[in-house]
């Protein structure tokens, strides 16, 4: 074995350079990233807790797709801390597989290790990437599975490949809403793409629209509407009232106000996006274009009240665009040999955006807890609850279902069933309102009662 690896480095120094410097990196973010792991999940991205019960229990939504659920369960075979840690270090993983094909995507384009190299760095300590890779949301496996998808259809003329590409694109289809707005350029590109064998586009094209289909017509059976998981999430809009909901202004104010805080600066990320235009390589701007129209279409989502609010992850895509971006324009500037003060000019400002990114990026906003929850959290550590005890709730605060739920580890909470109760043989807990209290105070039906917040937990 050890006369094998020294063969391979004698042969392939290159490559063993390669291999060495990614895994140095790897190594590094992980020593840095890895600890929130060990302890529970903090964040006031609430979906975060949802999503983990949705990985455990495996139920069906007709909003949610089922790809995110279904990919997340094989990490179930991981042993788990108590803390979810099972679930959270796929997460994670993809995250660092997605930096590999990152990666690999830059080398296709420079034919340069240090540019591919220095992408992934952009890539991995990217505030978002730090903070999203420890939470079980779905934007990192859906960017995985994109970028593979991308790398293999974008970058490779083997129909073999091609069809792996076309595979990754529908798991991706499987995860998040955004794979389907992105039909039409794949379309536009596959279609141009196959201009010497036209045999093999509509194939593609139904291939890709498989899933979609399928999703339609359960949607359909289930619900009597093929598209009910449009109506359910606007109505999530207008049980919150929110006020971007038509009202274009302040939809793009917001927007703006998001990406310049929490990805890259707009006008950044606009220059990069126009410098694309210039790197002559039909393929980048095509990934160009496609995170345009993903916010184009986000931000008409938001007008017509689709989504009830804008928060970072929903821009996530921008961080492996800027992350490809930055060192192909870089790669271009300095190999332009005519003016070497050109070079200098421009080399200056694009090391600056890279270093503005670990400076001026909000590092915690997903990765801390607001002082409500945070209440919430001691409130609960203070009441006692524990995991093998089944506790009913009576409350339509997602807040506290969600942190509950997540507390007992999803194993023994059920929704308000507080009837049951009023049978003297039954045992459990009971947590109702603050003002609905006067059904249970009758000493015969319950042994204890602890007020906290706005709301009564009896023993019974």
């Known amino acids: 074995m050890l006369s094998k690896m020294i063969s391979f480095i004698k042969n392939r120094p290159k490559l063993f350079g390669q291999i060495t410097s990614i895994l140095f990196v790897i190594l590094i973010w992980i020593k840095f990233t890895f600890s929130p792991l060990t302890r529970p999940m903090r964040t006031d991205e609430l979906d975060a807790f949802s999503r983990l019960f949705h990985i455990i229990y495996l139920p069906m939504s007709n909003v949610w797709l089922l790809g995110f659920q279904y990919i997340m369960r094989i990490f179930s075979l991981i042993p788990d801390n108590g803390t979810f840690l099972n679930y959270r270090l796929g997460i994670y993983i993809f995250a660092i597989l997605s930096s590999i094909v990152i990666y690999l995507i830059v080398h296709k384009v420079t034919k340069n290790w240090i540019y591919s190299l220095l992408a992934l760095i952009i890539f991995l300590f990217h505030p978002l990437t730090v903070q999203l890779s420890v939470l079980t949301l779905s934007e990192i496996p859906w960017t995985f599975f994109i970028l593979l998808s991308i790398y293999f259809l974008f970058f490779s003329d083997n129909k073999r490949q091609l069809f792996l590409g076309l595979t990754f694109y529908v798991i991706s289809e499987t995860i998040r809403y955004e794979s389907w707005f992105m039909l039409p350029i794949l379309f536009v590109y596959l279609f141009f793409h196959f201009k010497k064998d036209r045999t093999l586009f509509i194939p593609s094209v139904f291939y890709l629209l498989c899933f979609p289909i399928i999703w339609l017509n359960i949607e359909y059976q289930v619900s009597g509407s093929p598209v009910s998981f449009i109506f359910e999430k606007m109505k999530c809009s207008v049980i919150g009232k929110s006020d971007l909901s038509w009202h274009m202004h302040k939809v793009i104010t917001t927007v703006d106000k998001q990406l310049s805080v929490y990805i890259f600066p707009y006008l950044i990320i606009l220059s990069l996006l126009v410098a694309s235009f210039f790197l002559k390589n039909k393929k980048l701007i095509s990934f160009s274009i496609g995170s345009i129209y993903l916010l184009a279409c986000f931000i008409f989502q938001t007008y017509i009240s689709f989504n009830e609010n804008i928060s970072p992850r929903f821009f996530y895509y921008f961080v492996p665009l800027i992350a490809v971006l930055v060192p192909t324009c870089l790669s271009q500037v300095i190999n332009f040999k005519n003016n070497k003060i050109l070079n200098y000019i421009f080399i200056i400002p694009i090391l600056l955006i890279v270093l503005r990114t670990t400076q001026t990026e909000d ?73 609905n209290d006067y059904l249970y105070n009758d000493l015969r039906k319950w042994v204890s009662k602890t007020t906290f917040q706005d709301y009564v937990l009896y023993e019974f």
């Open 363 to 435: 590092h915690l906003y997903y990765s801390q807890l607001s002082e409500p929850n945070l209440t919430t959290f001691r409130d609960l550590d203070s009441i006692n609850l524990k995991s093998n005890e089944t506790v009913s709730v009576c409350t339509n605060d997602e807040r506290i279902i969600n942190l509950l739920e997540y507390k007992l580890g999803y194993k023994n909470f059920t929704d308000c069933k507080y009837k049951l109760y009023l049978n003297e043989n039954m045992h459990g807990k009971l947590m109702i309102k603050r003002g």
